[in-house]
């Protein structure tokens, strides 16, 4: 029986998190909170089935009821 994946959130405004993403696509679920869409970043949470949202990375609510609708680990 094989381990469910993990499933990350990603919060911030690119660089860093674009990296992140790309290493966790192959063996989680990401999904993120970002500033602004970041094509790497939109590619890798399509890809894993995971969530997107652009919003205040800044509102540590809108980053809680985003991890919370949609499962974040």
């Given at each position: 029986?094989?381990?469910?994946?993990d499933h990350f959130l990603l919060v911030g405004?690119?660089?860093r998190e674009a990296a992140f993403a790309w290493k966790?696509?192959?063996d989680s679920?990401?999904?993120a909170f970002v500033t602004h869409?970041?094509?790497t970043i939109l590619d890798c949470v399509?890809?894993?089935g995971g969530a997107f949202r652009v919003?205040?990375?800044?509102d540590p609510g809108a980053?809680?009821?985003f991890a919370l609708e949609n499962n974040v680990d």
């Open positions: 029986m094989s381990k469910p994946k405004a690119g660089g966790l696509v192959n679920t990401v999904s869409k970041n094509p399509n890809r894993s919003g205040d990375v800044c980053v809680t009821r």
